[in-house]
DNA sequence: TACTAGATAGACT
DNA sequence: GTCTATCTAGTAT
């Protein structure tokens, strides 16, 4: 509302070529945007998880295999992985290009841009509670499986330009504790005291960002 | 902090 | 047909 939205485009193919753990890092602070003709709602992107293809244990990928589910993930970059869990729609971008099946898991997002629309959808009004999670995302922008392979450099559902994060806080990823060693890997990224991201975790570290 | 129910698609036997 | 799962919300401890 009266905000100025004229810069928020689409980012180039291009983003998408840089390596699984780096576009992970690369897509903090990002704007997350889903258009509908209920309006736009859009949230920067606090958190991600890096799923590294047929060596990962935790990735659907593991081991080459390729099923009516994880066939985009061996499509090029860019494209839009959902996935549906128990009564929730999880949303992934693909990376690691053709035939290289990787994944980044967007887990958390801070509301930006239709905010009363997400709420909505929610059926909350706790602005704190509306995309700290990545089932609790994908329910706020509206994100379905009818985006299952669609290109995020096109309209209605893509990734913009946002902010850059001034640290990024790196520790094991989450809900994978099925998948043997895979589970300690420190692939799981999140703007450093961010309050919306998902669970609140020690880090393995943190990185002070020089990009940008 | 820990547990449990909810309720569904996809993978596999 | 059976089993599992990149989760969430609610309740109990």
Not at 176 to 204: C, L, M
Request: hydrophobic share 35%; proline share 5%; glycine share 8%.
């Amino acid at each position: 509302m009266g905000e100025c939205q004229k810069e928020i485009v689409p980012l180039p193919q291009v983003f998408y070529q840089q390596p699984t753990l780096e576009l992970s890092k690369a897509l903090l602070g990002c704007l997350l945007v889903k258009e509908t003709n209920l309006g736009m709602a859009a949230g920067y992107i606090v958190e991600t998880e890096a799923y590294i293809g047929p060596g990962d244990k935790a990735a659907h990928s593991y081991n080459n295999r390729r099923t009516a589910r994880t066939e985009v993930m061996f499509h090029r970059s860019g494209l839009a992985y959902t996935y549906q869990m128990h009564t929730h729609c999880l949303f992934n971008v693909v990376s690691g290009g053709e035939e290289n099946p990787e994944a980044v898991l967007v887990r958390a997002l801070e509301p930006r841009y239709g905010i009363e629309l997400m709420k909505t959808r929610r059926g909350i009004q706790d602005l704190n509670n509306l995309t700290n999670g990545p089932g609790k995302l994908t329910k706020s922008l509206g994100i379905t499986m009818e985006d299952y392979g669609s290109s995020l450099t096109l309209l209605p559902l893509y990734i913009a330009k946002g902010f850059c994060p001034e640290s990024i806080s790196v520790g094991k990823r989450i809900g994978i504790d099925n998948s043997g060693e895979a589970k300690d890997y420190p692939w799981r990224f999140w703007i450093t005291n961010n309050k919306f991201v998902s669970r609140h975790q020690k880090s393995e570290y943190e990185i002070k960002s020089t990009k940008c």
